[in-house]
């Protein structure tokens, strides 16, 4: 895929692209027809496996997938019978049976958004370790700290970015706490054109859900009741993006302010030029970071808004509204997760002007400390930062059991 007006999309890959979205939908039709076969609903013969399908859709026009995915409103009704003109009679007749539109696009946009938390959590793991080193080196790197954009009290750089790494570990303990539900639920969710096909089964009911085991089991879903109109795992996807997308926001909203030509405190590592002024060193990264902050917001709220107007057994639009707008936000994330790890690898911190920013602050913003002092009965510490350290090792501890279960879970993968 590629944005000209969104710079960077590339690094989502084919992330939600049409073919992505075509080839999940085709990942769900081959478990489905593999569980029918397994379970005894469909006969042996009926079984089409994903390199069949795959192979059925070779020649298959996206673009006319798409035009004529509007009869219907949606693109299972032109894929399925696109791909039964393509299989054997069988086959073709026991294609799909069972499902219904709305099994295979929701289930598709879980695959490809499993796929876009996996990058996202690698990538907030890669920025913990990152931010642990920065913490860690700066704990005691004097800065001065700055409330409502004016000069406060003293601080270090350590904490700062302390407070970076509690937002992102935020956003990691978000992701990772995330579940991928299968969706097969039929036509209104209670499974009863399965129930149907499983007659001759000595108990119809259970052989269904059976079928709906193997299937999530072979997508590496979970196996979940039917969730066709209550769309949380959609709005935690939401969530989750919007949380890490605000963590990355105020590191890049804190790197643009003090990358500013008069504080100078930190620069990015490879900063953007200019098309007529060739002194600039911009903060790209900071910029494309913050514009994610900025939008997903919005595109969370209407993933909100569609599963408000949940009704019936299939939401006329709300669930239509979905599917771009997840594809919109997930890319996106994808895309400022990237670039929050580069601009966190890259970033240079300049003590220097830390300590001269600090220095030419003066005596004023040490009066808190000293009326505190003066308060309490005694001269006033050499804590200038207070409790700083103390903050940053609480933090930095909390990074530790974060990797310790990643570790973990590397292990016992």
């Keep these: 895929m590629s944005d000209l007006l969104w710079p960077g999309d590339h690094r989502a890959g084919d992330l939600f692209s049409d073919a992505a979205i075509r080839d999940a939908m085709l990942r769900v039709e081959a478990a489905w027809s593999a569980a029918l076969v397994e379970c005894g609903v469909a006969p042996a013969d009926a079984a089409v496996s ?18 004529d995915a509007e009869a219907g409103g949606n693109p299972v009704i032109p894929l399925v019978s696109a791909l039964r003109a393509h299989l054997h009679p069988t086959a073709a007749t026991w294609l799909h049976r069972g499902m219904t539109s709305q099994d295979v696009v929701d289930a598709a946009l879980i695959l490809e ?108 879903l979970d196996a979940a009741l039917p969730w066709h109109v209550v769309r949380t795992p959609l ?12 963590a990355w926001g105020h590191i890049a909203n804190d790197v643009l302010t003090l ?91 300049h003590p220097d002007a830390m300590a001269f920013n600090l220095s030419a602050a003066g005596d004023s913003v040490l009066s808190e400390q000293r009326s505190m002092a003066e308060l309490a009965g005694h001269e006033p510490s050499d804590h200038r930062a207070g409790a700083a350290p103390l903050l940053i090792d609480a933090t930095l501890r909390r990074a530790q059991t974060v990797h310790r279960s990643n570790a973990y879970a590397e292990r016992t993968r």
């Design 50 to 67: 994903l390199d069949q399908l795959f192979s059925a859709a070779a020649d298959l026009d996206l673009d006319q997938l798409s035009v």
């Design 113 to 220: 958004s499993r796929r876009a938390f996996d990058t996202v959590a690698e990538q907030l793991s890669a920025q913990v370790e990152a931010l642990v080193s920065l913490a860690d080196t700066h704990r005691e790197t004097p800065q001065i700290a700055r409330t409502l954009t004016q000069q406060a009290v003293p601080s270090t750089f350590g904490m700062k970015v302390a407070h970076w790494l509690d937002g992102v570990l935020d956003a990691h303990d978000e992701a990772a706490a995330l579940t991928f539900p299968a969706q097969f639920g039929g036509a209104v969710g209670t499974l009863s054109a399965l129930v149907e096909l499983a007659g001759t089964q000595t108990n119809p009911q259970e052989c269904a859900l059976a079928v709906v085991r193997h299937a999530a089991q072979a997508l590496g």
């Design 235 to 246: 709005t935690r996807y939401a969530a989750a993006a919007t949380t890490a997308t605000s």
């Design 259 to 349: 990358s500013r030509s008069e504080i100078g405190e930190v620069t990015e590592g490879a900063g953007g030029g200019s098309s007529t002024m060739p002194h600039k060193a911009n903060p790209v990264l900071s910029v494309m970071i913050r514009r994610a902050a900025l939008t997903t917001p919005a595109l969370a709220a209407t993933l909100q808004l569609a599963s408000a107007d949940a009704v019936d057994e299939r939401t006329p639009g709300g669930w239509h509204a979905e599917w771009p707008t997840l594809r919109i936000l997930l890319r996106r994330t994808v895309v400022a997760a990237s670039q929050a790890t580069d601009l966190l690898d890259g970033l240079v911190v």
